[in-house]
């Protein structure tokens, strides 16, 4: 039989804990015998982010989503209904209500046979704040020489698409890779009589789309809607943002994935109201009837779908509510 004294705590020690305890004097750690010193930090902070990617399967692919940085647009650029509408919907979700912040979610997609990059990001201009051209850095991050990219899938040829293929100096950044892009946005964004041209605020638009792309011309091949151009890798026309705006539907194993490029630019304003406009839209109504379609197809198919310019890592699902739709972040992979 155990004695009362042999337990961890006898009566004699509770009853000492106790008087302790209500005597002022004292406090807890000097109770318990530790020093009263102000405590202090075991190290400096570290002051920076983990690395830039997020990796996953699909299906027997290999995913990798990487990042360009973050842009910030002003809340005008969502247009079509009034600001008190947009900020409404953005406080509802206890976003800012100033200003709009975007990710950059660029895909690599590792095949077997072929690694996939769809779009290039900003390269080096500064247009929508500070934070963005951090691709090259990215990739590094991620393990990946840009010299291994095979492919570039560009969705369409606006500054944040399109403009990191090559460096200022006019060197590629990916030397090796084969570019694909629907032949309608070529032409819109090539042609000196678009009319855009004469238009202050699409000028430096357009003149960055003809530098990246007029010297890449024998790298292009353009590609039509319902083309599986590579493999797994269907183009769907999603026109109205731009006049040649594509999204693809990446398929393998049975698993497809949907990446949405600038289908819509926010998982809430373009999702919950999908007829807001965006400013940069070439013909916002169109671009409204493209995001309704497909956001209309992917919630009633349930296959995920990756948002550009949605949170980080931008992957998860369209289900309808309402007459919009409500966007569900995908649980990340972090066992592969």
């Not at 318990?32 to 920076?48: D, E, N």
């Amino acid at each position: 039989m155990i004695r009362p004294e042999e337990l961890p705590i006898s009566r004699r020690n509770l009853l000492a804990l106790g008087a302790a305890m209500s005597a002022p004097v004292l406090s807890a750690p000097a109770l318990l015998g530790f020093s009263t010193s102000p405590a202090r930090a075991a190290a400096p902070t570290i002051g920076k982010q983990a690395p830039y990617f997020y990796r996953f399967k699909l299906g027997s692919f290999e995913a990798t989503v990487i990042s360009d940085g973050p842009l910030n647009l002003p809340l005008d650029a969502f247009v079509g209904v009034t600001k008190d509408v947009v900020q409404g919907l953005l406080t509802n979700h206890f976003l800012p209500k100033d200003e709009v912040s975007l990710e950059q979610n660029i895909l690599v997609l590792n095949t077997g046979t072929k690694l996939i990059m769809f779009d290039t990001g900003l390269g080096s201009t500064k247009l929508f704040g500070p934070n963005s051209g951090r691709l090259l850095n990215s990739l590094r991050e991620a393990g990946i020489d840009p010299k291994s990219i095979d492919a570039l899938v560009i969705s369409h040829a606006h500054p944040d698409h399109l403009w990191g293929i090559m460096a200022d100096d006019g060197k590629p950044n990916y030397p090796n890779a084969q570019i694909y892009l629907n032949q309608a946005d070529f032409d819109f964004w090539t042609d000196l009589k678009n009319p855009l041209f004469n238009d202050p605020n699409w000028k430096p638009l357009i003149e960055g789309a003809r530098k990246h792309l007029l010297p890449n011309r024998e790298r292009i091949v353009f590609i039509k809607d319902g083309q599986e151009f590579l493999p797994g890798v269907q183009a769907i026309a999603a026109p109205g943002h731009t006049v040649g705006h594509t999204a693809f539907m990446i398929t393998s194993g049975g698993k497809s994935l949907a990446f949405l490029a600038d289908t819509t630019h926010h998982p809430v304003l373009l999702f919950e109201n999908p007829r807001i406009e965006f400013v940069y839209d070439t013909d916002a109504k169109l671009s409204a009837k493209s995001r309704t379609r497909l956001l209309d197809m992917l919630a009633t198919s349930r296959v995920p779908l990756l948002g550009y310019h949605f949170p980080w890592p931008g992957i998860g699902y369209a289900a309808k509510a309402g007459e919009g739709f409500r966007y569900y972040p995908m649980q990340q992979q972090m066992i592969l």
